[in-house]
């Protein structure tokens, strides 16, 4: 009967916001948004699935332009401390006279060569995990658009 099959539903339904719920990822949020919209329109269903899909995009940027921006300064901070190295080394060439001391060479090319590597470390490990995390957030809003539409197509389905 229609009633059985509307307690049926209801069942589904409750067992359906447990298990998103109890998942902690982005499309789970979605569908039970969505779960928690049914019963009305279709587009009032698709808006709040926008929504909540647009906070949970912000969410998994929010931070990504910081490495970014670690990833592009730190090869720049690393030829900064390049430059300060020779220029401590030329430095100490003036002063020095005639007498060029190969240790007080030898400590501003170190200045500058240490300061190169480490810049370009930080600068590759960042460019290599924002890229990463770049490839991981176009994966998981993919699932999202992927799963609200299938989820919106199920609610479109004649009874």
């Not at 269903?45 to 995009?57: F, K, P």
């Not at 300060?84 to 200045?111: K, P, V, W």
């Not at 890229?131 to 919106?152: D, G, I, P, R």
């Amino acid at each position: 009967t229609r009633k059985e099959s509307s307690a049926a539903s209801d069942v589904y339904k409750r067992q359906a916001k447990e298990l998103c719920s109890t998942e902690n990822v982005p499309v789970s949020r979605l569908v039970y948004k969505g779960l928690s919209r049914i019963g009305r329109p279709l587009d009032d269903i698709n808006t709040a699935i926008e929504n909540a899909g647009r906070l949970e995009v912000y969410q998994l940027e929010k931070n990504i332009s910081i490495l970014a921006t670690i990833a592009g300064a730190a090869p720049m901070l690393g030829f900064l401390g390049t430059v300060i190295g020779m220029i401590l080394s030329i430095f100490e060439i003036s002063n020095a006279g005639g007498n060029i001391d190969m240790q007080l060479l030898a400590d501003g090319l170190y200045t500058a060569m240490t300061t190169t590597v480490a810049g370009l470390i930080v600068g590759i490990l960042g460019y290599i995990t924002y890229n990463h995390l770049v490839v991981k957030t176009n994966k998981a809003v993919y699932q999202m658009e992927a799963t609200s539409l299938e989820f919106l197509d199920l609610l479109n389905e004649p009874a």
